[in-house]
């Protein structure tokens, strides 16, 4: 018997029931008790103690099962924020955006453009204003022709007789030259 107490894979707690006897059991026995009521007291501690680390167990696993659930919900939540994010709605609203800002540039350009050919274009007038006949014949002088539209440029080029056509600021003035 003592054999059997000794190799046995379930815990034996011994409990002669006498205080003063001794007996080989108890020697091989996990537990010694003295009398069987306190061996029954010394087991059923040890079963509510189990009962309360697997209480324990169960609310600890449960804790991690609701946060693995919440961590899983959390990842899942992100992959479809990804997802949303690389749909082609909102790849075509990315190139909108692009598209508006590469239009803006454009359209400052060209007003930049524009502005500097403005400018440049009220120089050139200036310039030409500047050098047009009509300026010098606003100034006094006068363009004068010979009866066949020729420029006089000197006065050799007439002789007397000569009709002339002299072109002034606000009108022609005809004259002969003698």
Same mark, same amino acid.
């Given at each position: 018997?003592?054999?059997?107490?000794?190799?046995?894979?379930?815990?034996?707690?011994?409990?002669?029931?006498?205080?003063?006897?001794?007996?080989?059991?108890?020697?091989?026995?996990?537990?010694?008790?003295?009398?069987?009521?306190?061996?029954?007291?010394?087991?059923?501690?040890?079963?509510?103690?189990?009962?309360?680390?697997?209480?324990?167990?169960?609310?600890?696993? &449960?804790? $991690?099962? +609701?946060?693995?659930?919440? /961590?899983?919900?959390?990842?899942?939540? *992100?992959?479809? %924020?990804? =997802? @949303?994010?690389?749909?082609?709605?909102?790849?075509?609203?990315?190139?909108?955006?692009?598209?508006?800002?590469?239009?803006?540039?454009?359209?400052?350009?060209?007003?930049?453009?524009?502005? &500097?050919? $403005?400018? +440049?274009?009220?120089?050139? /007038?200036?310039?030409?204003?500047?050098? *047009?006949?009509? %300026?010098? =014949? @606003?100034?006094?002088?006068?363009?004068?022709?010979?009866?066949?539209?020729?420029?006089?440029?000197?006065?050799?080029?007439?002789?007397?007789?000569?009709?002339?056509?002299?072109?002034?600021?606000?009108?022609?003035? +005809?004259?002969?030259?003698?």
């Amino acid at each position: 018997m003592a054999r059997a107490i000794f190799e046995s894979a379930i815990p034996v707690v011994s409990a002669v029931g006498h205080e003063i006897d001794t007996t080989i059991a108890d020697f091989v026995a996990d537990l010694r008790a003295p009398t069987p009521t306190a061996a029954a007291e010394l087991v059923v501690p040890e079963l509510a103690a189990m009962a309360e680390r697997v209480e324990e167990g169960r609310l600890r696993l &449960l804790r $991690a099962l +609701r946060a693995s659930v919440d /961590a899983w919900g959390e990842r899942l939540e *992100s992959l479809r %924020a990804r =997802l @949303q994010a690389l749909g082609p709605l909102n790849q075509l609203r990315r190139e909108q955006q692009r598209l508006d800002f590469l239009v803006e540039g454009l359209e400052a350009a060209m007003k930049h453009r524009l502005e &500097l050919g $403005a400018g +440049r274009v009220g120089s050139l /007038a200036s310039r030409l204003e500047a050098l *047009s006949p009509l %300026a010098v =014949l @606003q100034r006094g002088y006068s363009i004068t022709r010979t009866a066949q539209g020729r420029v006089v440029r000197a006065a050799r080029e007439v002789k007397a007789g000569d009709i002339l056509l002299s072109r002034l600021a606000d009108g022609e003035v +005809r004259s002969v030259v003698s």
